[in-house]
């Protein structure tokens, strides 16, 4: 009897200090990028990086929310130039997922505005895919730096984002930085961990502010017991910033981006599942190598 309750305590132990990796179901295992242009246009290069790294989802930016004579409006939307658009990417076998960044000054406004933007956002959006002859989304992501300060008012709204969304099958993701992972997870079906945007593109005393892993590390305490699933997005964009008159570019070594992959995924092994890039770009795709590419889609 000593034996077994032994036995039982040592289970008990275990299971107490095994890693709680998110809520919910994990993602699916898939590649994916972002595309963040005005304009829809693949060029030979990009259509052959969607094709040869086996990327079948494209979230793309619809459009933005900007705060315009005290009001929330969009702003700066996607033009589509290849008519009917649906039978071209289902040709490609993509899937386009509309995405909308909303600026944080907009979620420091009356609460009371957003249920009827909530709505007006997923109509505009369901009115776009009709427009262009796209088949129903199967998903809608927002893209938000909310603040402390800013939280509250942003999960407000995308609750009933997510009510809108539903109603036209819609699930409902979200962008996730990483000052954001020490709050309480958004109501969303699950959130995309941007491992980029590290620093502070206008201080000029900072380090690379695309991606630098001291930057990226005091956050890692956060990943393992975040309530809610995760992708990650790494960055394979150059950043331009000028100071006293000298241009400089910011870039990402291919090793430090792996490096970040790799510190991720040991502190939270799920999201080794869904990996995107951002951004979907012939300029950044020449950047890297293939082989870089390939490890970056590595599951």
Not at 121 to 149: F, G, K, S, W
Not at 154 to 179: N, P
Request: aromatic share 10%; glycine share 4%.
């Amino acid at each position: 009897m000593r034996i077994i309750a032994c036995l039982l305590l040592s289970l008990v132990l275990l299971s107490g200090c095994r890693r709680h990796e998110g809520a919910g179901e994990p993602l699916p295992v898939e590649n994916a990028a972002y595309y963040w242009r005005t304009t829809w246009s693949l060029d030979s290069v990009e259509a052959a990086f969607l094709q040869e790294h086996d990327i079948h989802r494209v979230f793309c930016r619809y459009f933005d929310v900007v705060m315009t004579d005290g009001q929330p409006m969009p702003n700066a939307t996607i033009h589509f130039d290849s008519l009917p658009l649906g039978g071209i990417l289902l040709g490609a076998g993509l899937e386009l997922v509309p995405t909308v960044y909303i600026t944080e000054d907009c979620m420091r406004q009356d609460s009371l505005l957003y249920k009827g933007l909530a709505e007006k956002l997923v109509r505009r959006v369901v009115q776009m895919n009709e427009t262009h002859d796209l088949p129903p989304a199967p998903e809608l992501q927002i893209d938000c730096d909310y603040t402390l300060r800013s939280r509250k008012t942003y999960y407000d709204f995308l609750s009933e984002v997510r009510r809108e969304a539903q109603s036209h099958g819609m699930k409902l993701s979200t962008t996730i930085r990483l000052h954001q992972l020490s709050m309480p997870a958004p109501p969303v079906d699950y959130g995309v961990l941007m491992v980029y945007n590290t620093g502070d593109p206008q201080n000029f005393a900072e380090r690379n502010p695309v991606l630098d892993l001291r930057d990226v590390q005091p956050y890692m305490r956060y990943l393992p017991d975040y309530p809610l699933p995760l992708a990650a997005a790494y960055p394979v964009y150059s950043w331009q910033r000028q100071i006293a008159g000298v241009r400089i570019e910011h870039t990402v070594e291919a090793s430090e981006i792996l490096n970040a992959k790799k510190m991720v995924e040991e502190a939270r092994s799920d999201m080794r599942n869904t990996i995107l890039i951002y951004s979907l770009d012939k300029e950044n795709i020449n950047r890297y190598d293939h082989e870089t590419y390939r490890k970056i889609y590595r599951h």
